[in-house]
């Protein structure tokens, strides 16, 4: 799992950085491009897209699992009526801004979700872009990464009523980079960018969901990522001045090549964005 | 190919990726205790499909942490010997 000081590295540059090029409400997750080229749209079509999954209701009590900066807690809440949502972020600014947005019906815990005691059970259980930081490079690398899924699976089994739902969206890496630069950049982005995370494979969370759930859908969105990262970078950069003045040449630098990198990871299938929904298995 | 031209081989490219002289390699050899990192191991994996025209699976490239499930990977790609 990566640990507070990677996700610090990864989350807690500054959310004045992050809000330049990010959509309004500040997803940091891949966006879902059906009928529109806008970022705005398209970042709620992705949280419907997770509702559905979720099977979530206004009478739903949900928890979203690295909530980021409340993206999905303010649709839920002020777009959906649910009645009561918590996320869970081990990033103190992103939590800071949970705070700051004032979300009504929404509660926030600044924790590793293995730490993590629900009060209530859940009716749906939800998690964007989390699951990459479960296993470290390491972990994975000494075969550990399956067990530490299953035991992520766990924890949303045991934390929710029977008959729940669990809406997942994560990157998958599938083809190995074989040409050296493209090695290379995808080193630097998970060391430099995201340390303590890596992408699961989607064979690993086939096998990681069970005895705990059953994998009702599951899509991929390849594209829909890669235009993401589009719009990230072009936002990014028409900011270019801004960042330079205010954080340093050095943030601009590295975020441009980082999101260069993600882009050319999804055109060459280094990596593609999977949205799952599961079903609680009540009897194991 | 035999086994110890496949050891050399690995040695060879080992040399290339780190610009340092290989240890002496045995098949249960960890390739992370010999001083690879996965990037490095990656770029090992490269360079030898590129020269032995094979393409390991990638899904079997996740489970390689030996020298000799390196070798096994790779052999697997190899045309079989005439007997």
């Keep these: 799992m990566s640990d507070k000081a990677d996700v610090a590295v990864s989350y807690d540059v500054d959310n004045e950085f992050f809000r330049l090029w990010l959509d309004r409400r500040m997803n940091y997750t891949g966006a879902v491009f059906e009928d529109t080229d806008d970022l705005e749209a398209a970042q709620l079509a992705k949280l419907a897209v997770l509702y559905r999954f979720g099977r979530v209701a206004p009478a739903s009590r949900v928890l979203d699992i690295g909530c980021g900066w409340g993206a999905n807690l303010e649709y839920l809440t002020v777009d959906r009526g649910v ?11 992103q939590y800071a801004e949970i705070g700051r947005r004032r979300l009504p019906r929404v509660t926030a815990s600044c924790l590793d979700y293995r730490d993590y005691t629900p009060p209530v059970r859940f009716d749906t259980v939800m998690s964007i872009c989390m699951i990459e930081h479960v296993c470290t490079p ?23 009523r029977p008959g729940a739902h669990f809406a997942l969206q994560c990157i998958l890496r599938n083809r190995a980079p074989r040409q050296a630069a493209d090695i290379r950049e995808v080193g630097w982005v998970t060391y430099e960018i995201f340390p303590g995370g890596i992408t699961p494979r989607m064979e690993d969370i086939v096998v990681a969901v069970n005895p705990y759930w059953e994998i009702l859908e599951m899509r991929t969105r390849r594209g829909d990522y890669r235009r993401t990262c589009e719009h990230w970078r072009s936002r990014l950069r028409g900011h270019e001045q801004q960042i330079r003045e205010r954080w340093g040449d050095r943030l601009y630098v590295d975020y441009d090549r980082y999101l260069t990198a993600c882009i050319r990871a999804f055109a060459m299938h280094y990596q593609t964005m999977a949205q799952w929904s599961l079903r609680r298995i009540d009897s194991i | 190919m ?43 994996v490269a360079w030898a499909e590129e020269r032995l025209s094979v393409r390991v699976p990638d899904d079997e490239l996740a489970r390689v942490t030996s020298i000799g499930d390196l070798s096994t990977a790779l052999a697997a790609g190899l045309p079989a010997s005439s007997p």
């Design chain 1, 83 to 93: 009645r009561d949502v918590h996320g869970i972020t081990l990033s103190a600014a």
């Design chain 2, 2 to 44: 035999t086994t110890e031209e496949l050891l050399a081989l690995v040695a060879a490219g080992m040399a290339h990726v780190t610009g340092r002289p290989a240890p002496a390699l045995t098949l249960d050899a960890d390739i992370g205790t010999l001083g690879l990192d996965s990037l490095e191991t990656l770029e090992l």
């Design chain 1, 138 to 160: 390491r972990q994975a690398r000494a075969g550990e990464a399956v067990a530490r899924y299953r035991d992520f699976f766990r924890r949303a089994w045991e934390w929710s």
